[in-house]
């Protein structure tokens, strides 16, 4: 892997993949009034006549998609992640059940989003998306990676839901790297024994650093960028639980329902292995700048390295 | 009127009245479903689809062919009572209505039914989607036309007023409604639960061409119907005033009748009404 660099938000990649999409004429743009935010704002200057402005109407706007979707478009909408969940039905309604491959962005999740409050951090979009059948559900890393990832998006059946965030992250991909990732499969960052750490958006980043940091005191970690939280990678976690037999998740979202709970259930069912969470503890955050804020909540690298010395020791105790 | 045109208005409301005999049959049949919205939308829907609506029976997914948007989904006998009197489905696809694996869904469903257009069920979303449609079509520079039939109680939904703004703001003038104004919804009667008014000053006031009819005189729809096709500067609505349960004397304005099918006794008696 090359040297990081500090690159865009993924919601800059989210912008720069519907320029690329822009080349099949099937893709039209669907915005609440938050382009300039999401960033669909680059394909409405270039294509105003395949980008259509909803107003601050988000229930209108997926189902508009739907039947835009049910006549031969591919629809990208976005808005912020937590505006996306007061058309919670009409996703579920509307767009999934009929199975029509509408493509949805909530940009600004997560308590990353900062200074805004609780009530624009979305900490369940992940959980509430990943219940309704037939959705494809990415929540990417960085911009390099969300804008491969945005742009596989056309070749799926069948709605989805990505997240994106605010603010720039350290990149964890570079132009050649980012060509390996593929929606479904895990992306492998970091390979050791001893402990597996599975985490989405900008705590692959803190995943990255627990694990530097593990390392220096004999600690090995495999460090996955999870980026597809549905469908699960289930062919990564069975692989993995044999050989590191312990498992980290690390999210900015819930540890009801999201990655965390995607890999409990499949352990609990699968292989019954210690699994410790990183995430959102049943709380709402709060205004605050947002390192200071991922303290405040326990999104931390020194969270995923406690959680991941509390893991191995339920390994090596059972 | 001429003779020819009378001729077609006497066929149409024959057509109406084979279907109201069917939604009577498959709802009993079912033990269940909605009569009431069923029988106040139908002879707008015979209207419709027995005029100027575009379609292939053989070809129900024809791209180019006009859509119809059954928001109001719950009154999905009248949909299957017309695609069987159409040809699209048979008598024992009506009589297996809400029974499992048919295809004649509780609720409208475009992935089970040939010639259904929308998934609907749940209330206020159809006229948005009728609206993807439409902005579709525009931008394909495609010909066809979207129907969108609503409910009066689904007004109530905000969604639906989301909707009449954006087709209106999108110029989306290839975009009908129709209302079925029977003034009951799934409780007890609108001025009970929640009065809209006037709707047609409503859809006006954000810029709509608007007509209100009686939605049980066939010609009076027929010519509503082709007055809407000319409109080519915005979206149009068209107000059918009708009558819940109509065409079966017991269910006729009855809050009853909206979701509850006719028993054993109930059905001779109905079906004796519209023999």
Same mark, same amino acid.
């Given at each position: ?43 409405? =200057? @270039?294509?105003? #006549?395949?980008? +259509?402005?909803? *107003? ?7 189902? /508009? &998609? ?109 132009? =050649? @790297?980012?060509? #390996?990732?593929? +929606?479904?499969? *895990? ?7 001893? /402990? &597996? ?122 | ?275």
């Amino acid at each position: 892997m090359s040297i990081p660099s500090v690159g865009g938000a993924s919601r800059d990649g989210y912008g720069k993949a519907l320029l690329r999409l822009s080349e099949d004429p099937r893709v039209v743009v669907l915005e609440a009034d938050l382009g300039k935010s999401t960033k669909s704002c680059h394909f409405r =200057e @270039s294509f105003p #006549d395949r980008t +259509i402005s909803m *107003g601050i109407a988000e229930q209108n706007m997926m189902l /508009v &998609a739907a039947g835009m979707a049910s006549s031969g478009k591919v629809p990208f909408a976005s808005t912020f992640a937590i505006f996306t969940e007061r058309a919670f039905e009409q996703v579920r309604n509307g767009i999934a059940r009929p199975g029509l491959s509408v493509h949805i962005c909530g940009s600004h999740g997560g308590i990353h989003t900062g200074t805004d409050g609780s009530s624009a951090q979305s900490i369940e979009d992940l959980a509430i998306y990943r219940s309704i059948p037939k959705m494809t559900v990415v929540h990417p890393c960085d911009d390099l990676s969300a804008e491969e990832l945005t742009v596989q998006l056309l070749g799926i059946e069948g709605p989805s839901y990505t997240r994106t965030v605010r603010n720039k992250v350290t990149r964890m991909y570079d132009d =050649e @790297s980012k060509l #390996d990732l593929k +929606i479904g499969v *895990g992306s492998v960052l970091e390979e050791g024994a001893d /402990v &597996a750490i599975f985490a989405c958006g900008v705590m692959v980043e803190q995943a990255c650093n627990a694990s530097s940091t593990l390392s220096e005191e004999g600690i090995n970690c495999t460090v996955v960028d999870m980026h597809t939280i549905k469908p699960l990678d289930t062919e990564l976690l069975s692989k993995l639980a044999e050989t590191c037999g312990c498992f980290v998740s690390a999210e900015d979202h819930s540890i009801i329902g999201g990655l965390g709970g995607a890999l409990s259930e499949w352990l609990t069912t699968n292989k019954p292995i210690p699994l410790e969470m990183v995430g959102v503890r049943d709380r709402f955050g709060e205004s605050g700048d947002t390192s200071d804020l991922m303290h405040e909540v326990g999104l931390t690298s020194e969270a995923i390295c406690k959680a991941a010395r509390i893991s191995i020791n339920r390994k090596n105790a059972s | 009127m001429d003779g020819a045109e009378t001729d077609r208005i006497s066929e149409l409301e024959e057509m109406a009245r084979r279907c109201r005999m069917d939604i009577v049959k498959m709802t009993h049949a079912a033990g269940a479903g909605h009569p009431g919205g069923s029988l106040s939308a139908i002879d707008c829907m015979v209207a419709l689809y027995g005029t100027t609506l575009r379609f292939d029976t053989n070809n129900p997914d024809w791209e180019d062919r006009d859509r119809f948007v059954m928001s109001k989904g719950h009154a999905s006998p009248a949909m299957y009572a017309l695609l069987h009197q159409m040809g699209v489905l048979e008598e024992s696809d009506l009589l297996s209505f809400r029974k499992l694996g048919s295809v004649c869904q509780g609720h409208v469903d475009m992935n089970w039914t040939d010639g259904v257009d929308f998934s609907a069920g749940s209330l206020g979303m159809g006229l948005s989607f009728g609206l993807g449609c439409a902005l579709s079509a525009k931008m394909d520079s495609s010909e066809r036309r979207i129907w969108v039939m609503l409910g009066d109680g689904e007004t109530q939904e905000g969604q639906i007023w989301e909707a009449v703004m954006a087709a209106n703001y999108h110029n989306a003038n290839n975009l009908r409604v129709i209302i079925d104004r029977n003034r009951i919804q799934n409780d007890d009667f609108m001025g009970v639960q929640m009065e809209i008014g006037d709707i047609g000053g409503k859809f006006e006031s954000f810029g709509w061409n608007v007509r209100e009819v009686d939605g049980h005189s066939m010609s009076d729809i027929v010519d509503a119907i082709s007055w809407a096709e000319t409109n080519e500067l915005g979206p149009t609505a068209i107000i059918a005033n009708t009558i819940k349960g109509k065409g079966v004397s017991f269910m006729e304005n009855n809050p009853e009748f909206h979701g509850k099918a006719p028993n054993n006794e109930e059905v001779e008696i109905a079906m004796g009404e519209l023999s």
